[in-house]
Nanobody
Framework: QLPLEESGGGLVQPGGSLRLTCAGA??????????IGWFRQAPGQEREALSC????????NYADSVKGRFTISRDNAQGTVLLQMNDLQPEDTAVYYC??????????????WGQGTQVTVSS
């Protein structure tokens, strides 16, 4: 079992940017051999899949509302997975989660979740 931990959330003005990091919670842990997805959940709404990167580096993008603004990537040197978020809008306010998926494909089921990090977009 590999616990996950998200970081990089916070308060940002509309039009601003944030970069979220998904990392293994244990010291020295790496996500390089895992399929990782990013999700978000706004108050009163269902959890929404945003994007995913497979163990081979393939990328899947799901949410039309963030296409062209959010980019998933890997930092293999650090063993982390990043979510770059640009041109943030109030509608992006949510708790953001990363998750490990089963297998090498982004079509797999979620294996485990991080605890989430709050992103608030407000003037």
């Amino acid at each position: 079992q590999l616990p996950l931990e998200e970081s990089g959330g916070g308060l940002v003005q509309p039009g601003g940017s944030l970069r979220l990091t998904c990392a293994g919670a244990a010291p020295g842990a790496t996500l390089n051999s895992y399929t990782i997805g990013w999700f978000r959940q706004a108050p009163g709404q269902e959890r929404e899949a945003l994007s995913c990167t497979s163990t081979f580096g393939d990328v899947a993008n799901y949410a039309d509302s963030v296409k062209g603004r959010f980019t998933i990537s890997r930092d293999n040197a650090q063993g982390t997975v990043l979510l770059q978020m640009n041109d943030l809008q109030p509608e992006d306010t949510a708790v953001y989660y990363c998750a490990r998926k089963i297998g090498t494909s982004c079509s797999g089921r979620v294996h485990s979740w991080g605890q989430g990090t709050q992103v608030t977009v407000s003037s």
